[in-house]
């Protein structure tokens, strides 16, 4: 049965979102991350952390990832924190294809990933600063799982929540999910009362003064 936030997200998109927790004075929206291949719909999930690092010495190590998908339930979303690097991929096509088959929701990497079009193929999709050629093998390796993270500066925790969709990447930490859906809803509802104001042919600088569709505030949703 699908986290009713994660339903709530998937009918809302990332701008609102990010407006929403602009109003509370939260964190979450990074700025750095965009979609590799062009899926238009929304990816929303659980989020659910990995930890990359260069590999230190020879010998077995934890190949990035593996663990956690292995593992990963419908609606998680990979998230994986390569601290930005993008001389180095830390997500390629097996992973896709075994992230696919378990059900998983989304993959975003705060670094580079690869094999690009297998994503797309099996309609996964998959976030990151760039794409390289460039293999993990024998550079970097999984760190750590589920532990807290940062992405672009923004600090990530499993089982927070994550919206991703054309216009970037948005993180909602758990405990605040409840209040900043109710908020998104409200926002994405007065913007589309005011898109309809423009479509009836109202000027749109009448339609965009407050004194005609005010502002939501965090104020009003507590009331």
Known sequence: M???IVAALRELDSCAVSDALDTLGLPGA????????PSTGVTAGRVRTVTAAPKAAAGPATHIATPLVAVAEP??????DNHGR???SCWGGL???AAARRGVAGVIVDGACRDVQESAALGLPLYARTAVPVSARGRIVQQAADE???VAGVPVASYDYVIADVNGVVFVAADQAERVVRLARRIADREERMAE???AGRDVSEVMHD???PTVTAEEQNS
């Open 2 to 4: 699908t986290d009713p």
């Open 30 to 37: 990074v700025t750095a991350l965009s979609p590799r291949w």
């Open 75 to 80: 609606d998680d979303v990979v998230v994986i």
């Open 86 to 88: 993008t001389d180095v």
């Open 95 to 97: 992973l896709a294809e």
């Open 148 to 150: 807290r993270i940062q």
């Open 197 to 199: 104001a423009v479509r």
């Open 211 to 213: 004194s005609q569709f």
